[in-house]
Nanobody
């Protein structure tokens, strides 16, 4: 399994932007779809965005479509989440996750077999 380390979280005002990064170890990064999830206190993790191994296919939750962009750089073993037009409702802990396969066959957390430690994103109104 790959090891994942997120960075880039923080405090931002509503309407602002943040870019999250997730650095992966291991040789299989380009063979795995990647995803970003978020978790509110007391709630289950929810899918935010995903990207296939090549980076040519992406998927977004309706709540972030048009505001967030997921990209990856396989040469750097890194996946990014650019978050624009942030809203207070985006406040959550964000997790990077590696899928067990090349494609996003499912956006359920159980389809992802490696997780980062999470990074807090706080959007003030």
């Amino acid at each position: 399994q790959v090891q994942l380390v997120e960075s880039g979280g923080g405090l931002v005002q509503a309407g602002g932007s943040l870019r999250l990064s997730c650095a992966a170890s291991g040789r299989t990064f380009s063979l795995q779809a990647m995803g970003w999830f978020r978790q509110y206190p007391g709630k289950e993790r929810e899918f935010v965005a995903g990207i296939v191994g090549s980076g040519r296919g992406t998927l977004y939750a309706d709540s972030v479509k048009g505001r967030f962009t997921i990209t990856r750089d396989n040469a750097k073993n890194t996946v990014y989440l650019q978050m624009n037009s942030l809203k207070p409702v985006d406040t959550a802990v964000y997790y990077c996750a590696a899928c067990s396969g090349y494609y996003l066959t499912s956006i359920l957390p159980s389809n992802f077999n490696s997780w980062g430690q999470g990074t807090q994103v706080t959007v003030s109104s």
